[in-house]
């Protein structure tokens, strides 16, 4: 099962950027989709980005396409999730997900690999 190491995240002002860093290893990833998922309290996990590690495919959910871009280093094994023009909506847990899958998915259940988690907080 492939383990993923989240980095980055932290507390950003409205209309700032920041970076997520997900570091995967126990395997080789070619045919593996990678998503980012959010989860803010009191509400259900949702999807926020994927994509295949070729780089072939992405999907982005509607509420963040435009400011989040999501993308993959192959030769360091890390998918990244690029966040801009930040809003305070956007604050939540974010995690890191794999699946063993060439195609993207939204539903976190078709997911079977976690990262740990990290904070993300937009102050207005």
């Known amino acids: 099962q492939v383990q993923l190491v989240q980095s980055g995240g932290g507390l950003v002002q409205a209309g700032g950027s920041l970076r997520l860093s997900c570091a995967a290893s126990g395997g080789t990833f070619t045919y593996t989709t990678f998503g980012w998922f959010r989860q803010a309290p009191g509400k259900e996990r949702e999807f926020v980005a994927a994509?295949?590690?070729?780089?072939?495919?992405?999907e982005y959910a509607d509420s963040v396409k435009g400011r989040f871009t999501i993308s993959r280093d192959n030769a360091k094994n890390t998918v990244y999730l690029q966040m801009n023009s930040l809003k305070p909506e956007d604050r939540a847990v974010y995690y890191c997900?794999?699946?063993?899958?060439?195609?993207?998915?939204?539903?976190?259940?078709?997911?079977?690999?976690w990262g740990q988690g990290t904070q993300v907080t937009v102050s207005s």
């Open positions: 997900a794999a699946r063993p899958s060439l195609s993207v998915a939204q539903a976190p259940k078709l997911y079977d690999s």
């Open positions: 994509i295949t590690w070729s780089g072939a495919y992405t």
